[in-house]
T-cell receptor
Framework: DAGVIQSPRHEVTEMGQEVTLRCKPISGHDYLFWYRQTMMRGLELLIYFNNNVPIDDSGMPEDRFSAKMPNASFSTLKIQPSEPRDSAVYFC??????????????FGEGSRLTVL | RKEVEQDPGPFNVPEGATVAFNCTYSNSASQSFFWYRQDCRKEPKLLMSVYSSGNEDGRFTAQLNRASQYISLLIRDSKLSDSATYLCVVNNAGKSTFGDGTTLTVKP
């Protein structure tokens, strides 16, 4: 079975450019999460969706960040304009609640973003 | 104060050692608890869930103390392949919050 698929795996861009990160969750999972990981701040939850609807976007750092989930099999995280401090690994994860609680998070391999 | 706090580490231990990691969380309404493992430059992966009664999976034992809002992970007879970062995770109503992780290096 295919896991969570993210693209691109690596991106190097210049400050001010638009960056779009893509994610395909595991089929049948109804929760999708976007995390950002840096050495300084660890793994931070940016936003999560349930059944394609954004539930909590309180972790989105500022208006330069936006995320969409137009259907159950696709989500994007966009940064416009990008800044050097956005350099990080961005992970997408999906899950499906199980009886008695919330299930395992399955992560994609991440998108490593470098903004020069 | 961070919502989930872990021993910063790093822990450097010889093969065969027993090592324990601790984690505290601030939200008493938290519902589910987990330990994840992250290898260098890889994505986090679930190691085990943590239950109030404590649970064991081979050489790994996890404990939860809801009254103290404390979670632990014990690794017995550590192997070289256990070298990784261990992340404490607390879930509340679908939102999973990760600790900063504790790095373990097991040496021959």
């Amino acid at each position: 079975d295919a896991g969570v698929i993210q693209s691109p795996r690596h991106e190097v861009t210049e400050m001010g450019q638009e960056v779009t990160l893509r994610c395909k969750p595991i089929s049948g999972h109804d929760y999708l999460f976007w995390y950002r990981q840096t050495m300084m701040r660890g793994l931070e939850l940016l936003i999560y969706f349930n059944n394609n609807v954004p539930i909590d976007d309180s972790g989105m750092p500022e208006d330069r960040f936006s995320a969409k989930m137009p259907n159950a099999s696709f989500s994007t995280l966009k940064i416009q304009p990008s800044e050097p401090r956005d350099s990080a690994v961005y992970f997408c994860a999906s899950s499906s609640p199980n009886i008695g609680g919330f299930g395992e998070l399955f992560f994609g391999e991440g998108s490593r973003l470098t903004v020069l | 104060r961070k919502e989930v706090e872990q021993d910063p580490g790093p822990f450097n231990v010889p093969e065969g050692a027993t090592v324990a990691f601790n984690c505290t969380y601030s939200n008493s309404a938290s519902q589910s608890f987990f330990w994840y493992r992250q290898d260098c430059r890889k994505e986090p992966k679930l190691l085990m869930s943590v239950y109030s009664s404590g649970n064991e999976d081979g050489r790994f034992t996890a404990q939860l103390n809801r009254a103290s809002q404390y979670i632990s992970l014990l690794i017995r007879d550590s192997k070289l392949s256990d070298s990784a970062t261990y992340l404490c995770v607390v879930n509340n109503a679908g939102k999973s919050t990760f600790g900063d992780g504790t790095t373990l290096t097991v040496k021959p």
